[in-house]
């Protein structure tokens, strides 16, 4: 990957602890942001003004700066109802997805730029269905995050950085809306208009705190990331499922899931607004054979709920009838959860007792999120089990096939190895140390 700065590597490979993050200077007088320094541009949505908006683009210079917005809550699926970017020299474009195949000319125009984006994992999905994908990324929230900033979303990160305060009264809006009302694309273009300027703000940050090399690693293996393949059963993502104990009513819970999820697509609406998790877990819970016991369920509402009342009763009606009933829990690789390891495995325990704690004072001495130092699930799987013959080499080797990056290894691994090799006894072994068990009260 390109380096973002051409010093970026330079200086230790430890970050200068106890670097703040931010000037207290820099936020003591902030600029209300109101209206874009070039005004609201029109929303594109012919093919001449797309084509017009890549000529723009393809004659700018550096960074993209790039946002989507969605219409979660509103319509099916996470697609992208208006895309904008801006670059220095084409100044802002705010483009309508809805009436183009894809956006392939957009990407073409600026294949090879690196984009701003905030969060990126949050648009890139959506930019990809469009036929978007970055050549290069910067992610001023994971780049926030890094910084050890306390807050991260972005208008909190421009007003610590830049000084600037920027309205987020919109971000949750229906962006299917057509048109899209004056005060929406105002906020869209605002979204975007000091990205550029945030970017060279959080690499001076990142570079005195010698952290920049770990922000581009993380920034490059979020653009290779694949994206996850389908889940087998969606459904069991369910909220409120836990409270279903029973394999037919778990059946009734896939049944009415399923028969949602095809309503919804077929009227390109949000699940949810047809009838809520809760409703489709209380169906299930009671098993009703009528429509009226169905109405009188406890818990099931929604705008559908009476309309729709027939199809969800006989979704019901089918689970009733199944043989084949899903499993209560499907068959998983993963550790289970730490608070019985001490009964399972209490070596595991404490190597994992031993080495969290240990990861998470580093992780504070760089003023970051233990989650950033590393995944958690990745410690867990290794302290589970680890390798045959625990050493540096061998824990980085199992780290690195788990998707951690050369800068975690780099922090983490003596922290990990020196936890494994002398773990601390647990408290439960203390307590019975010497008969064998706990002692008992008298």
Request: glycine content about 6%; aromatic content about 6%; proline content about 10%.
């Amino acid at each position: 990957m390109t380096s973002l700065t051409s010093d970026s590597s330079a200086g230790s490979s430890r970050p200068n602890i106890g670097t703040p993050p931010a000037a207290p200077e820099q936020a003591v007088e902030t600029v209300e942001l109101t209206m874009p320094s070039e005004g609201v541009p029109a929303v594109i949505a012919t093919a001449n003004g797309l084509e017009r908006a890549a000529a723009a683009l393809a004659a700018g210079h550096g960074p993209v700066a790039v946002d989507a917005e969605r219409a979660s809550g509103f319509r099916y699926g996470q697609r992208a109802f208006l895309v904008q970017l801006r670059r220095e020299g084409s100044g802002t474009w705010l483009i309508d997805p809805e009436p183009f195949d894809d956006l392939v000319i957009i990407n073409d125009a600026i294949r090879g730029a690196e984009w701003i984006l905030h969060a990126a994992t949050q648009d890139l999905p959506c930019l990809s269905a469009l036929g978007m994908w970055p050549d290069r990324l910067f992610d001023t929230e994971l780049a926030a995050r890094l910084a050890g900033l306390p807050r991260v979303g972005l208008a909190a990160v421009i007003e610590t950085l830049l000084g600037y305060t920027l309205a987020k009264e919109h971000s949750a809006a229906d962006w299917s809306t057509r048109p899209l009302p004056e005060p929406w694309l105002r906020y869209a273009a605002l979204d975007v208009e000091v990205l550029i300027e945030l970017r060279a703000a959080m690499v001076e940050l990142l570079t005195k705190q010698d952290k920049l090399r770990f922000a581009e690693e993380e920034f490059e293996a979020l653009r290779k990331t694949e994206p996850a393949p389908p889940r087998p059963d969606p459904w069991r993502r369910t909220s409120g499922l836990h409270q279903i104990r029973d394999r037919r009513q778990l059946a009734a819970v896939r049944e009415l899931w399923q028969e949602r999820e095809q309503l919804a697509a077929k009227r390109d609406v949000a699940p949810g607004r047809l009838i809520p998790d809760s409703a489709i877990v209380a169906a299930a819970r009671a098993m009703p054979a009528t429509v009226p016991q169905l109405l009188a369920v406890n818990g099931f509402h929604g705008r559908a709920a009476q309309r729709e009342a027939p199809r969800w009763l006989r979704c019901i009606s089918a689970a009733r009838q199944l043989k084949d009933l899903p499993e209560l829990q499907l068959p998983t690789n993963a550790p289970p959860p730490p608070r019985v390891w001490a009964d399972k495995d209490p070596a595991a325990a404490a190597r994992l007792q031993t080495a969290r704690p240990r990861l998470a004072a580093l992780a504070e001495d760089l003023t970051m999120p233990l989650e950033n130092l590393l995944t958690p699930d990745f410690l867990r799987r290794l302290a589970w089990r680890p390798p045959a013959a625990i050493s540096e080499e061998t824990i980085a080797a199992a780290l690195r096939e788990l998707g951690a990056r050369p800068w975690q290894l780099e922090l983490a691994v003596p922290v990990i190895t020196e936890a494994f090799l002398n773990p601390e006894p647990l408290p439960d072994a203390k307590a019975g140390k010497g008969n064998g068990r706990k002692d008992q009260p008298a």
